[in-house]
Each structure stands twice: as C-alpha cells, then as structure tokens.
C-alpha cells in the first residue's frame, strides 16, 4: 500500500509518516523542505521525498503523484505566526484539498482512493447537526473573522461533505477532528465519538499528536476501521481527558 502524504514536517504530519512506515508501508510525501524530516525517515528505504510546495505543483505532477496511491493524507495547517495566520495562502488546507482530490478523480483509480483530512473539534459536522451552545455559536462567529485559519478548516471538511460526498465514486473520505493537541512520546489509549462529547472552546479535551496519527493510520490501513468511519468526522478524544 502507498500513502501520500501532506503536511509531513508537521508535528504530527511526521509521526504519521512514521507510523505508516513502521507498519511496512510505502509512503510518499510533498515537502518544501526535506531536512526538516528526520534523517532516520529521510533515508528510509520506503519513503519518497518530492520537494515542492503542494500548491506550486501543476494539476499534471499532482495527478502522477497521487497515481498509484491507495490513500492519500493531509496534515496540513497554518504556521502559528502574523504572517502563517494572516498570510498567503489563505486557503492553504482547502485548496490542497481541492486539487488532491480533482488529481484522484483525474487519475481514474481501479477503487476508492482513501482521504483523510486532519482537521479540529471546533469545527462542527454540518451533517449531524451538532448542538452548539448560544455562547460557542458566538466565539466561533467571531473567530471566523479574526483567525483565517479556522475557516480554511470549516471550508475543506465542506468541499469533502459536499463537494465529494458519500458518494464520491473515486474517493472516499474521513475528516478526523482532535480537540487540544498535546506532545506525547508514545501511543495511549484514545476514544473517536461522531460528534464531540464536551465543548471544544469552554470544556475542551486533549488529543496527543502521536494518537492522531496512530488513528489516521488505523484508518489508511485497516478496513474494519475505515469502514467504521468513512464518510464521517470523528472527534478523537485521549482517554485520560475526562
């Protein structure tokens, strides 16, 4: 099996790189900067390093490069500073999402290409319905405004709910939604609900990164897993948060 992956110097885009080749499986990755990788990933036999921007690609490079992929994966996000927030590209996580997923259905693949989009408890699934508070409904409305970011991440679980949907025919999708991120050294017990079971903003969670990735690895590789969750946007909880 061969994963792309986005967002792999992340802090967890590179702890999911590292779980998918632990397991044996073959992954490429998009990165403007490769030494930002670990040298033990960076020379590891299964991993292809393409150095680029995943949006300065052509619709071209980026349908060769998702040619061959059972899954493709996105950790994506906004550098936490004046000009990540506010800088160009606004729309970073949205546009690579589009044209991922315009580059999957361009390459025709035999079966369903798996996409899982790393994404935020503070984004609601549309889909659901979720019961938001007057006070969050508020904050958010007003979050939308000042932090760009959190839009582009309300935008590209969107394009997948709506753009693709259910029914995507070449893909299928999975929008994970950690609440808090936290670093942690190894993998421990976590829980994934269909829609938060505490506020994201007045009585907020933890995720660590590395059960982020884990999960978005369970997923890209086990069925039973992506079966249990595709087309869906699970909130990934650690199990001590409560």
């Known amino acids: 099996m061969t994963t792309l992956v986005v967002g792999a110097t992340g802090a967890t885009g590179r702890l999911l790189v590292e779980q998918l080749l632990t397991g044996g499986h073959d992954v490429r990755i998009i990165v403007r900067s490769p030494d930002r990788i670990p040298e033990a ?3 590891h036999n299964n991993l292809t390093v393409i150095q680029a921007g995943v949006l300065d690609l052509s619709d071209e490079e980026l349908t060769r490069l998702v040619n061959g992929c059972a899954a493709v994966a996105s950790c994506l996000g906004h550098v ?3 000009k990540g927030i506010y800088g160009q590209p606004r729309r970073l996580v949205t546009d690579a999402t589009r044209r991922l997923c315009k580059a999957i259905i361009a390459s025709r693949p035999a079966k369903p290409t798996k996409f899982v989009l790393m994404n935020t408890a503070g984004n609601s699934n549309r889909d659901l319905h979720e019961p938001v508070s007057v006070g969050q409904r508020l904050v958010i409305g007003l979050i939308r405004v000042l932090l760009p970011p959190h839009v582009d991440n309300e935008e590209a679980a969107d394009f997948l709910r709506t753009g693709i949907g259910r029914n995507g ?3 299928e999708w999975v929008v994970v939604r950690p609440d808090t991120l936290i670093n942690e050294n190894t993998v421990t017990e976590y829980v994934a609900h269909p829609s938060p079971t ?3 903003l007045f009585d907020p969670g933890t995720t660590s990164r590395i059960n982020v990735a884990h999960f978005m690895a369970e997923l890209i590789t ?4 992506w079966n249990r969750w595709k087309g869906q946007m699970p909130v990934v909880y650690n199990k001590v948060s409560r």
């Open 169 to 171: 025919g070449a893909i």
């Open 222 to 225: 086990d069925e039973e897993t």
């Open 80 to 82: 936490l500073s004046l």
């Open 41 to 43: 990933l960076r020379n």
């Open 198 to 200: 505490r506020s994201a």
